[in-house]
Each structure stands twice: as structure tokens, then as C-alpha cells.
Nanobody, 119 residues
Framework: QVQLVESGGGLVQPGGSLRLSCAAS??????????MGWYRQTPGKQRELVAN???????NYGDSVKGRFTISRDNAKNTVYLQMNSLKPEDTAVYYC???????????WGQGTLVTVSS
């Protein structure tokens, strides 16, 4: 069974930076066959795409984070990262890691990590 565990969330001041990590584990599991993504959600709102990265390394970002956030993946470590710079209060949310099998399109979610941007 695949598990995704996010880490790196916390409290940061506006303009600061955080790096989130999503470590994947499971019997014979490899993220190399999964498109990976980060989503975020605030109370009362739908979960929204922050960034995703395909198995080939192509990336896509939500409009609100373009130029500030960078997604990357390390298949050898079964880990995907989200570098978040120039953070704003509106970036405050629970951030979720997502893995989508590129053959079956089956998705797996992590439990989420809270990011709070506040002075």
C-alpha cells in the first residue's frame, strides 16, 4: 500500500520561505511511474492545484504561485519537493501531496501539512 507523508510545514512570516517534502513509501513503490502534485485547501474552499510535475519532469503551476514556488522530484529518494518563496498570507493553507499513476490514473493523497504565513 502506498503512503505519502508530507513534512516541512509551519509558521513563517510574509516574504519568507519554506520547503515542503513528500516522501512516498510502500512495497515496490516508485514515484517514477507517478505524476506528482501539490494541492492546498483552506476552510470552506475547494482544494486547488498548487503545482504538479509529470514523470517526464514537465511542470505546471497555479496562477497564484507562478514565479514564487518550484516543484521538483527525486525519484531515487521517492520524494517530491515544493520550494515556496516570497510567501504571502494568502498562501496559508493545508498542503497535500498527490500521486497519480500514469497508467491507471489511480490517485493517492497524503494527510496534509499546515502552512501558516503570518507576522
Amino acid at each position: 500500500q502506498v503512503q505519502l507523508v508530507e513534512s516541512g510545514g509551519g509558521l513563517v512570516q510574509p516574504g519568507g520561505s519554506l520547503r515542503l517534502s513528500c516522501a512516498a513509501s510502500g512495497s515496490s513503490f516508485s514515484i517514477s511511474i507517478y505524476h506528482m502534485g501539490w494541492y492546498r485547501q483552506t476552510p470552506g474552499k475547494q482544494r486547488e492545484l498548487v503545482a504538479n510535475i509529470t514523470i517526464g519532469g514537465s511542470t505546471n503551476y497555479g496562477d497564484s504561485v507562478k514565479g514564487r514556488f518550484t516543484i521538483s522530484r527525486d525519484n531515487a529518494k521517492n520524494t517530491v519537493y515544493l520550494q515556496m518563496n516570497s510567501l504571502k498570507p494568502e498562501d496559508t493553507a493545508v498542503y497535500y501531496c498527490n500521486a497519480k499513476n500514469f497508467i491507471t490514473f489511480r490517485e493517492t493523497w497524503g494527510q496534509g501539512t499546515l502552512v501558516t504565513v503570518s507576522s
